[in-house]
């Protein structure tokens, strides 16, 4: 791999961290464990709640896939508010429609009701808790020879909420029925308000970047101008197909094949723990070396985690060692996308130009889950899907690699030098 462009980035402004830099990056991470862990473990209300209601899957599937989508929208509205206001506010209310979106779906009692709730609410309420406005809010908290590796320490963070939740949301469906359980969920996702209070009360750039009089309508045009920029984007579609349809059809897929339900619960666990350490890896990785290569390698990797499943015996075995590959792989995606935008176009508009690429991860997440519901409830099987994987996976190794990740010089510092026309 070759030298990553982090190395020629100046030097933070301080050798130390602050203790306020410190309580920021805590806030953050704490606030991505919560949201991301209660949203991955979604998938675990499939079965029971589709048998209760004498729903579909395509029922429950369309509801996360709407989800999904509103996710994704929200994410570049919640991420503008977020870089011109702080991120406070924005979490703060966000919590508030998440939890009443999960409060709505335990007495949904008709598919058009699960869509509004847990469809419509919750995915706006997860749009504007998403952990994207957590990694923006610790890159702002650090120096830019940190960044990288901290994008992973706040990756990382979500995952850990992955482990936390998963096995906690099963021991609650188990013992108190999926709807009292989603009531509980909800209530513990209020912890997220405090912990904002703590994040910057406003957006803009970090000590140690370079003054930028830019605004948001440039920023926007000089990044869909960028070749780079917009094969990343493409390419963060295969992230989220792929993870959406794990998160919420695995589960039922390791039941297909006959076994328990607690083995997709410590399924979806071992993804999350093996991800902690996957993000630590892929953020210190980015820091030393391409981001993009990386990338190129992850999603091969993907593709050849997937194809083990197919191949392999239907057994607890290979589950389990499905989930702790693909754990490595999960989200060791996110420090390096984030980080190539914050790279090449600077921090001060970061959450809304992650937002973006986060969308078409979201849309990506709307055809997995959707589509894995339709060809299951029309074939009887995930199969298909397990091969769609497998070809995006490769597509999306080939789409990274072109990636131009050189930082651009900025409008103060170089106003000549300012690149138009696409790269």
């Not at 949301?169 to 029925?177: E, F, P, R, T, V």
């Amino acid at each position: 791999m070759s030298q990553s462009a982090d190395s020629l980035s100046p030097p933070a402004s301080s050798s130390g961290m602050s203790r306020r830099a410190l309580a920021i990056i805590v806030a953050a991470c704490l606030i991505s464990l919560v949201g991301f862990g209660i949203r991955a473990s979604f998938g675990l209300y499939l079965e029971p709640m589709t048998g209760d209601r004498q729903w579909s899957r395509e029922t429950f599937a369309l509801a996360m896939a709407i989800q999904n989508l509103l996710w994704g929208l929200g994410v570049p509205v919640a991420g503008a508010i977020a870089d011109r206001f702080g991120p406070t506010w924005v979490i703060a209310i966000g919590t508030v429609v998440y939890a009443l979106g999960m409060i709505g779906m335990s007495m949904a009692e008709s598919g058009l009701l699960m869509y509004l709730t847990g469809g419509l609410l919750v995915g706006i309420g997860v749009a504007f808790t998403a952990f994207s406005l957590a990694l923006a809010a610790i890159a702002r908290a650090v120096g830019p020879s940190k960044r990288s590796l901290a994008l992973g320490l706040g990756t990382a963070a979500g995952s850990f909420g992955q482990v936390v939740f998963s096995p906690i949301s099963q021991g609650l469906i188990a013992g108190y029925g999926w709807d009292h359980a989603l009531v509980i969920v909800a209530v513990i996702s209020l912890v997220m308000i405090p912990l904002a209070i703590v994040l910057p009360r406003s957006g803009g750039q970090s000590s140690g970047e370079a003054h930028s009089d830019q605004t948001l309508k440039e920023a926007l045009g000089e990044a869909f101008s960028h070749r780079g920029y917009l094969l990343l984007t493409v390419g963060f579609f295969v992230c989220g197909f792929h993870i959406a349809f794990i998160v919420v059809h695995f589960p039922a897929y390791i039941g297909d094949i006959g076994l328990s339900p607690m083995v997709g619960a410590y399924a979806l666990a071992l993804v999350g723990l093996c991800n902690i350490a996957g993000s630590f890896l892929s953020g210190a990785i980015g820091q030393k070396f391409s981001k993009k290569s990386a990338l190129s390698a992850i999603y091969f990797a993907r593709s050849l985690v997937i194809l083990f499943l197919l191949m392999a015996p239907a057994t607890e075995t290979t589950i389990y060692v499905f989930s702790i590959a693909m754990g490595f792989l999960w989200l060791s995606t996110v420090p390096l996308t984030s980080g190539i935008v914050v790279q090449v176009f600077g921090i001060k508009y970061m959450a809304s130009l992650f937002g973006i690429v986060f969308l078409s991860h979201q849309l990506g997440s709307f055809v997995g889950v959707w589509m894995g519901g339709f060809i299951y409830q029309q074939q009887g099987s995930y199969d298909q899907m397990w091969w769609a994987g497998i070809f995006l996976g490769l597509f999306a190794a080939a789409v990274h690699w072109p990636i131009d990740e050189k930082p651009l010089p900025r409008l103060s510092l170089a106003p000549d030098a300012q690149a138009t026309g696409v790269r």
